[in-house]
């Protein structure tokens, strides 16, 4: 009676053994899927620890795919009679928001100077407007969409991304570090203390109008790490595309691990690559509050597809935005953009009395060598109406610098708009202060 059962016993168990590998199992997916609901930054990082109080910024809505019918801005002409660029768009053409007199002054400019490689970006910060995009290329006299290429080194103009990341940690624009040496370079040994020779005090705001390589380099290495770094790189659109009608080179953040690889980048000397279309950005978001408004270059269309529409959504906490922008205005008052922008003499100057905020970034490749220099700022300070960005690549005999060039597409501007200080309204006040 024993065999029996053990073959029944037996029989139900292989029974039940092909009824479990009968069951349907899902096909291995080709990457790891999330939980439902769960929070995926860009990049696979991981997730950023709890945010500091005060209301955390909208995560960024899908990209739309980037439309068949494409713009296509090197062929774009000038009608003189209608006063506005078109371009072809698709197998139709756009009219373009770029104004004329705006964009052939400073050309003009970059021309005169007669630089290897420049471009400068301005638009309305409130509604993403491109003003101008004026390019030229003495070395390449045929070359175009240089607004569009992500192909300098974004330098110390990532201390703005790097300030927003240490403001989100609980640092006050007020908080002082003391420090000494890298003025160009910073070296591991500087990262430490050393109350003997640390005879420098600066608050970080003035440190980024001043760009101290040290004290950013310091407060990264105490501060933040990759994963911070890495997300708030991501909150200013590195690393992704930027909704634009015709594409723009992704601008890439490369953050490392390495705690002091990861303080340099922090300091501005990281391998991070910006478009002076994204510099504009940048400084169009801090300008708008946080807010991220997608740049637009097309007034209307005919013919082509409509575009997807891509609407704003916020960025960084208010509070943290007007911290920045009150930061960012340290650069002309005080630091490296001082000379560039000093107060003009004359009365009749456009800038009299513009206030002007932004940040200055320079950085020099050896092989082949070439010498980076950006300004990317706003103005006027309190009501910002216009954000920009200027890059110049000079050989070693330079010609002009950003700074340079940036009063001039400023000065440009306030001729074109009209915009004398006394038009303007003092923007609106934070609320309340983080808590």
Known sequence: MTRPRLASWLLAAFGAFFLFLALPWPAPASGIEAPRGALILSGGHEAEPAPLPGPPPRV??????VPTSELRLAEATLDRVADHYVAPLGAGHAVLTTVPRLQERIEKVLSGHRVPWAAAVL????????????????????????????????ASVFKIVTSSALLRRGLEPGSEVCYHGGQHRV????????????????????????????????LADRTLNATLLRAEADRFLFNQPIPFA??????????????????????????????????AVVAAIIANGGVFVPPDVVASSSGAVPRPTVEPW??????VAHELAAMMR??????????????????????????????????????????YSWFVGFAPADNPRVAFAVVVVN???????????????????????????????????ARARRR
């Open 187 to 218: 070296r591991p040994s500087l990262l430490a203390d050393d109350p003997r020779r640390d005879r420098r005090c600066l608050s970080l705001s003035s440190a980024l109008g001043k760009s101290a390589n040290v004290v950013f380099a310091k």
């Open 330 to 371: 340290t650069t002309v008052t005080e630091g490296t953009g001082r000379r560039a922008f000093r107060a003009p003499r004359s009365r009749k100057s456009s800038l009299q009395g513009l206030t002007v905020a932004g940040k200055t970034g320079s950085l020099s490749e050896a092989d082949p060598f070439r010498d």
């Open 123 to 154: 638009l309305d910060p409130a509604t993403g407007r491109v003003l101008a995009m004026a390019e030229h290329s003495q070395r390449e006299p045929g070359r175009r969409g240089l607004s569009l290429e992500a192909r300098a080194p974004a």
């Open 246 to 279: 015709q594409r723009v080179e992704t601008s890439r953040a490369e953050i490392p691990e390495e705690s002091f690889a990861l303080a340099t980048t922090a300091a501005g000397f990281g391998p991070v690559r910006l478009s002076p279309l994204h510099g």
């Open 395 to 429: 050989d070693r005999n330079w010609r002009v610098k950003a700074p340079a060039v940036a009063r001039a597409a400023v000065e440009a501007w306030a001729d074109w708009d009209g915009g004398r200080p006394e038009l303007t309204a003092s923007a609106p006040r």
């Open 314 to 319: 916020r960025v960084l906490d208010e509070q």
């Open 60 to 65: 960024a809505p899908l990209m739309p795919p």
